[in-house]
Every structure is written in C-alpha cells, then in structure tokens.
C-alpha cells in the first residue's frame, strides 16, 4: 500500500514519542470512514512492529476506584522512568455512541505526567465495551516508545475476556468484601486473572481488605494451575490507590511473573497466539464490512435474517443461503 507524505510525515513523529502524533493517529484508526481505514493500515504499516510494550489489562466493577488506581500505578511507573499509555474504555451513550465520562477529568495528575499518554475511547457499541480499535491503538502506543500500555475495561459481561487476550497480563482490582460479596465474583473471571489486587487497604478498611485478600488468595489456590504459571501464582495482593502502598510489590510481581514467561517461551507464544486472532478478527470485520458495501448482497442478508427471526429458516441455514448466493 502506497503511503502518502502526510501518513509518514505522521509515522515519523509518532516514533519520535511525538504525543499529539500519536492523538492523531489513534483517532485515525478509530474512524469508521473507509477513506480513513486505507490510511490507517497505511500508517501502522509505517511505524512498523519492532516496538514492544508490556500491555496490561485492568479489570473491577464499579465503585472500586479503577481510576484511582490507575493514576497512582501511573504514577508509580513515571517515576521510575517509564513512559506509560492508559488506554481506558468507559460505557458509552446509546445514543451518541460517544464516551461518558473524559478519563483524562479523572486522572488528572498522571495526565500531566509528560511521559503519560491518556485515551479514553469510545466502546462504540462492542460487546463488553471494548473498542473495536484498541489493538491498534495499543501497537501505535508501542510505536511511540511507551514501555507499558495499560487497558482498562468497564468490567461488565465478556469484555474482561476480550481485554485479556490482547494482553499480557491481566488484573483484577477488587474493593474489600464479605463473605456474600466474595461468592459474586464469577469464576470465570478469577480463571483469567493473572493477579488479584484488594484495593482500599488504608483506614478503617485495611484490616477487611487484609481478609479479603486471604480469601481470594486461598480460593486461587483451589483453581487448576494453569501452564504458564510459575509456582504462587494467580497471586491476591492489597494495595492502596490512595496512600500508595503495595504499589511497588504489586510491580515488582508482575515484573517477576512476565520474566519467567519470556524465560519459559510463554510470553512468545501468547503474543502469537494475540497476532492470529487479530488476523481472523480482522477478516471477520473486514467480510461484514465487504456486506454492508454490497447493496444486493446486504438486502440478502436482511431479507435471510427477517427469515430466521419469524422462525421460516435456521440462523446456519439462512447464513448458507446469503453466501450460496454470492457465489
């Protein structure tokens, strides 16, 4: 593909940690504009792929002080000399498919750190509230030179399974709990966590949150090891977004955990196995978006959808039709 000076004038300045270069080319790959979309594989094809983050993916339901954290764990990175990327997917309007609330008006210390880069993004109706975009975005940050890439997920239905298979770990912050509180959290989410962490440890909450982390901790231990674990962990820790405590534990963990990875071959074989369902995750975008350009095969697709829903055909026997007659 052909790229036009703008495009690398663009690529260029982005890989010089140019921020507003990188602003700008996030919003190019979020564009749902065809125009925009050759432009975009244009520019990730520029900055090139020989860049390497530690993405990490932060999940918690609401009230648990996500954002909070976030800047403080920020925070905490700036200040050992990394350059960090939040990339924070809030709930979006029905209406105006547009962010509800400016990560940036929460997190406004880390926002002024010059080696931050803060994006909330629209979740632009995806499952779970996840952009359909961000692994671009996330490659464009590890273009810029950012050493780690944070992704936070609204914590709502599957997208904590989606944001974990773009990353390398995964995290889930938890606020103190009791017994009835602990048994809400799926296991399904525990199973892909690589650590837990009990927020709020501070004040009147710490000796609940001290608790807390021993139940999670004893309940990860009934969990069937997983291979690309080394012994102690999916480990539960506290921590406080507040006072900053366990902060630099909980980093010196993960940090532990993604060495023995990388010694191990895991940390390759992930990232492999993150490139092939962005391959087939882009075919499948790209095919429905070759549909919808089709006004005669789109009408096919109406007319063999409107039959499934009055209950005239199967949903595999519709979808065999619409592409038999294609063909």
């Known amino acids: 593909m052909t790229k036009t000076p703008d495009i690398q004038d663009l690529a260029d300045r982005l890989r010089a940690g140019d921020r507003r270069a990188l602003a700008r080319a996030i919003t190019l790959v979020e564009s749902g504009r065809a125009d925009h979309r050759d432009q975009a594989m244009a520019l990730l094809e520029a900055v090139g792929h020989d860049r390497q983050a530690l993405r990490i993916g932060l999940s918690g339901t609401p009230g648990v002080g996500k954002s909070t954290f976030i800047e403080a764990f920020g925070l905490h990175l700036t200040g050992q000399g990394l350059r960090v990327a939040v990339l924070a997917v809030d709930p979006s309007s029905a209406r105006t498919g547009g962010s509800i609330l400016g990560d940036k008006t929460r997190m406004e210390r880390l926002s002024r750190d010059p080696n931050a880069f803060i994006r909330p993004s629209p979740s632009q109706s995806q499952l779970g509230g996840v952009a359909r975009r961000t692994r671009e975005a996330v490659a464009l940050c590890e273009a810029a030179g950012f050493d780690v890439v944070l992704i936070e997920t609204v914590g709502v239905g599957q997208s904590e399974t989606m944001v974990a298979e773009m990353c390398d770990l995964f995290l889930l912050l938890l606020a103190p709990a009791g017994g009835d509180e602990l048994q809400g959290v799926k296991r399904g989410i ?58 630099s534990d909980a980093w010196a963990e993960m940090q532990a955990l993604t060495d023995w990875r990388r010694d191990q071959g895991h940390f390759a074989r992930r990232r492999t196995e993150q490139a092939r369902h962005w391959f087939e995750e882009e075919v499948r975008l790209q095919l429905l978006a070759r549909i919808a350009g089709d006004g005669a095969l789109a009408a096919r697709m109406r007319d063999a959808e409107a039959a499934v829903l009055r209950g005239e055909l199967s949903p595999a026997r519709a979808a065999a039709a619409v592409l038999a007659s294609d063909s």
């Open 190 to 247: 525990m199973e892909i966590a690589d650590m837990i962490l009990v927020n709020k440890a501070d004040g009147d909450l710490k000796p609940q949150a001290m608790r807390t982390c021993a139940d999670y901790a004893g309940a990860l231990r009934l969990l069937r090891k997983r291979p690309q674990d080394p012994d102690g962990f999916p480990k539960a820790l506290t921590v406080s977004a507040v006072e900053g405590t366990g902060l």
